[in-house]
């Protein structure tokens, strides 16, 4: 049995252990929240563009922008987002398995530094890497998006994907591969966005007058609405992020509170076994006296 003095520091190095993961927990349930509000009120803005785009479908020849032009693909592009810090639990590992059964010619993008250490471990064809704080500002995320539809334009990548944690709940973030660029069409993006969202976008059939033409309202929106897709994907990581960084903590915490009890009903033991060893020795020290 361990002594005393040995379980008390062990005792103490837990306790400092739960205050710890303790202090992680709340400041990472805060941020959790404002990342969590953040998500919910870029939706409405996203929204009104999937309306927009809606009010476009079928009024333009989708065969002149690039973005829905169907190409052979010879080379994917893959955005990678992850976390900068660790202590999230199994929430990096999952994303890892994902680019591990990328099969065929691909470059990758991360934003994250784990992701970007994992990417140079595996020997992955690492293009760039980015970090964006836990504010996430469409400004951090937009040189990401655009140097990316940059390659796409440019062909030296055929597709662009993203692997990032989808936000759910506080408890489940699900690893997602979620494909982009290219667009089926405009009808098809806009139905896709209704089954993520929930929103259902008004097929306005008028007559309209777009200025100066309709195409040239689908170029210029198209682009950035493929910014404000992945900003929406971006703040999703990030509040997933903090939820598995607080639940982690908090199982942290509460198997240190656990152990404590633990050791301190150890130590309770081996104190009064101590006593014990010396009742018994002053009493056969009294016993040979006697005798």
Do not use: C, W
Not at 116 to 130: E, I, M, P, S, Y
Not at 179 to 189: A, E, S, Y
């Amino acid at each position: 049995m361990a002594s005393t003095r040995d379980i008390r520091r062990r005792i103490k190095s837990v306790k400092n252990t739960r205050q710890i993961t303790k202090a992680m927990e709340l400041v990472a349930a805060s941020k959790m929240k404002k990342a969590q509000q953040a998500a919910m009120a870029g939706r409405p803005y996203a929204q009104l563009m999937a309306d927009m785009l809606a009010a476009l479908a079928g009024r333009v020849d989708e065969s002149l922008h690039p973005f829905l032009v169907k190409r052979e693909v010879k080379t994917r592009g893959i955005l990678l987002i992850t976390t900068d810090k660790g202590l999230a639990g199994p929430l990096n590992a999952n994303l890892f398995k994902l680019v591990l059964d990328v099969k065929g010619p691909a470059k990758f993008v991360a934003i994250g530094r784990k992701g970007a250490q994992f990417l140079g471990r595996a020997k992955k064809d690492l293009v760039a890497d980015f970090t964006v704080s836990d504010r996430v500002g469409f400004a951090e995320v937009k040189p990401v998006i655009e140097f990316m539809m940059q390659q796409y334009l440019e062909g030296v990548i055929d597709t662009i994907e993203v692997i990032y944690p989808r936000f759910k709940n506080t408890l489940v973030q699900e690893p997602t591969l979620r494909p982009l660029l290219p667009l089926t069409n405009v009808r098809d993006f806009v139905d896709h966005l209704r089954s993520e969202t929930g929103h259902t976008p008004k097929h306005d059939e008028r007559d309209m007058l777009f200025e100066p033409s309709a195409q040239s309202v689908l170029e210029a929106l198209l682009p950035f609405y493929v910014n404000r897709y992945v900003y929406q994907l971006m703040l999703s990581a990030k509040a997933s992020e903090h939820s598995a960084r607080m639940v982690a903590m908090k199982t942290a915490k509460d198997n240190a509170t656990k152990l404590l009890g633990d050791l301190t009903l150890e130590y309770n033991k081996a104190r009064q076994a101590g006593i014990t060893q010396e009742i018994l020795e002053i009493a056969a020290a009294q016993f040979s006296a006697a005798s």
